[in-house]
């Protein structure tokens, strides 16, 4: 059983800059890749950004890349989520996951998920 606990969500004024963190327990993190996805209101879930099980490779959505950072720290069982030059669009919850197989960017494809934190972007 895996447990994932994200947190570090808050509202920040529109240009902020955030971290997220999740915490992993149970199953040896590192082995599953770990991804970030978000939910707005009234909208689909959608992914973010997504870390393989080394940390040696990166995938990001268009819509942050160039101004979120995935991360993890597979020593500590934390993944992080660093967001600069934050825009009212990304409000959103974010939630954490983990993927055994399976395409990256695929939230279909996430067996572990944490139960979000809200990040509220302000004008």
């Known amino acids: 059983q895996v447990q994932l606990d994200e947190s570090g969500g808050r509202l920040v004024q529109a240009g902020g800059s955030l971290r997220l963190s999740c915490a992993a327990s149970?199953?040896?993190?590192?082995?599953?890749?770990m991804g970030w996805f978000r939910q707005a209101a009234g909208k689909e879930r959608e992914f973010v950004a997504a870390?393989?099980?080394?940390?040696?490779?990166?995938y990001y959505a268009d819509s942050v890349k160039g101004r979120f950072t995935i991360s993890r720290d597979n020593a500590k069982n934390q993944g992080y989520l660093q967001m600069s030059s934050l825009k009212p669009e990304d409000t959103a919850i974010y939630y954490c996951a983990g993927s055994l197989e399976g395409a990256v960017k695929d939230g279909t494809n996430y067996r572990y998920w944490g139960q979000g934190t809200q990040v509220t972007v302000s004008s």
């Open positions: 870390i393989t099980r080394g940390g040696t490779s990166t």
């Open positions: 149970g199953r040896t993190f590192s082995s599953y890749v």
